[in-house]
Structure formats: C-alpha cells, structure tokens
C-alpha cells in the first residue's frame, strides 16, 4: 500500500498538492530569514550564485524557492522514485528539476546544471545528497560553480524543536509553531585557476564553513 501511494505522490498533481500543503505548514512556523540581502544584491547586480545546503535541511528550503522564481533556479534531483516525487514538489514550487545523481545520469545533469546558472544565474545544490555520508560535501558544487562562474553561498537551516528521522542524513522535520531561522552564510568566491589541490581544498572550506549547522 505504501509503495503504491509513493507512485501516486511522483505524478504533477500530487506534487502540487503536497506543495500546497507544506506551504500550509510552513505558515505555522515562526520563520526567520538571516543574511539574504547579500545574496539578492548580488543576483539582482547580474551575478551568478549557486545555493548550497545539507540534505537534511531541504525541506524548509522549497517554499522559499519562490522568493527566487523570477530566475528559474535549477536544483540537481537523483533519477530515483524519492527523486521523482520531489522534482514534483520542488517544480510546484517555481525550481526547475535536474535530474542525475553521481550513480545514474550525473555528467548529464552537471552539463545542464552549468547552462542553466549560465543563463538564468541561479541554481541550488544539495552537497551530500543523494544518499551521503551526510555532512560530506562532494565536488559536484565546486564543479557546477566554477565551470558556471558563479559564487558559492552556503545555506543553514536550524529550529528550536524539530523531528529527525531514522534516515542517513537524519532529516530534520521542525515541529509545528516552532522557531526556525533560514541563514544565508558570507559567500564563498573560488579562486581564478582551479587545480584538483585547490578543488578538494575548496571542497573541505565548505565542509569546515557548514559543519557545525549540521544537526546530527
């Protein structure tokens, strides 16, 4: 029964629907957005940035998406059944879905990644996903970033009372009427000349800048 209605939840309307209910639920919580202006002005100046969060934030960061729909921000979604019903939500949401993961389709979706920064000047990226370890930044942020010209702005999600599930990642559900804060961190410029020394050095800095927002 639950397998058949993870079917239902990956078609365009059940994507809209769980969208619009977690519109509902997000209203309940006492949202507090930090340090976005920089990031805005910096969009709005014609520069390029790549969002990037931990996999366990995520949720809280859909209904945000639409403060950015004007830009058609693309977001990197595995080609797998929990990937289908969330490139559903997240299109509901005003993203646009890029699907490919570092096991089925990645070289693909980090071309499509790259062009769509290229021309829209904004993605989002999640850094340990799709299945960790968690709190393991990849390279696939510094790739799209670099290759696209773009910055980096890392993105922290914490709440006072939240669920974590028994998941790799521990994902993080905020509890009804909870306090949470959305904090934008300084961005992160990458270097003119990239070499693999400097990529994994890039890749650790996001790691030691994220880490302890990590709740695990």
Not at 47 to 52: A, N, Q, S, Y
Not at 94 to 116: K, P, T
Not at 171 to 176: G, L, S
Request: hydrophobic share 45%.
């Amino acid at each position: 029964m639950f397998k058949k209605l993870r079917y239902i939840a990956r078609t365009k309307v059940a994507g809209v629907i769980i969208y619009r209910i977690l519109r509902l639920y997000c209203a309940t919580l006492r949202l507090k957005v930090e340090n976005e202006d920089e990031c805005s002005h910096y969009l709005e100046q014609g520069g390029k940035v790549l969002l990037c969060l931990w996999h366990q934030q995520f949720l809280l960061a859909i209904p945000c998406f639409t403060i950015y729909k004007k830009y058609q921000p693309g977001v990197m979604i595995s080609k797998s059944l929990d990937g289908d019903i969330a490139s559903r939500v997240v299109e509901a949401g005003g993203a646009v879905a890029v699907r490919g993961s570092s096991s089925r389709g990645g070289i693909a979706a980090l071309r499509e990644m790259i062009q769509r920064i290229k021309r829209y000047h904004l993605g989002v990226h999640i850094l340990d996903g799709p299945q960790g370890p968690a709190g393991v930044a990849k390279l696939g942020a510094i790739t799209l970033a670099n290759e696209a010209g773009a910055i980096l702005v890392p993105v922290v999600v914490s709440a006072d009372r939240a669920w974590y599930l028994n998941s790799w990642d521990r994902f993080m559900i905020p509890k009804p009427f909870s306090r949470v804060t959305v904090k934008f961190l300084p961005k992160i410029e990458l270097p003119q000349i990239m070499d693999k020394t400097e990529y994994e050095n890039q890749r650790k800095k996001i790691e030691v800048v994220m880490g302890p927002y990590l709740h695990l």
